[in-house]
């Protein structure tokens, strides 16, 4: 086996730098942007279209009703994607200590602080 990890603390600050940290990071987007994406959507858009043709054409009690339904409608849908995305932010581990090779020596780190071809000490608990 070749592999020895990073030799010394520049390359691990040049892996860092090229690679970033070894974080999971999932930012939870505002209610109004969401809404935002999902009524500039193209299949909505053409329902609104629809709605102003109806209400031209004498069908305004239809319209208004299909109009407070497409609303209703796409609230629930981003409510139901905000909810997704606060369920995986719960999945995430948190981090914890593991052993890495650094300049051929076994150092305690974050897990946040691992890098691409760090070499992990595993272990069996008893």
């Known amino acids: 086996l070749s592999a020895r990890g990073y030799r010394d603390a520049a390359a691990a600050a040049a892996a860092r730098a090229k690679f970033g940290g070894n974080e999971f990071s999932l930012p939870r987007p505002a209610f109004t ?20 043709l109806w209400s031209l054409d004498d069908y305004w009690y239809y319209s208004l009703f299909t109009l407070a339904m497409l609303v209703v409608f ?20 948190p981090p914890s200590r593991v052993l890495a090779l650094r300049a051929g020596k076994w150092v305690a780190l974050s897990s946040e602080e691992l890098l691409p071809a760090d070499l992990v000490a595993l272990s069996r608990a008893p």
């Open 33 to 52: 942007s969401l809404l935002k994406e999902h009524a500039l959507a193209p299949f909505f858009v053409f329902q609104i279209l629809c709605v102003v």
């Open 74 to 93: 796409e609230c629930t849908v981003v409510q139901s994607r905000l909810r997704n995305i606060d369920e995986l932010r719960e999945l995430a581990t």
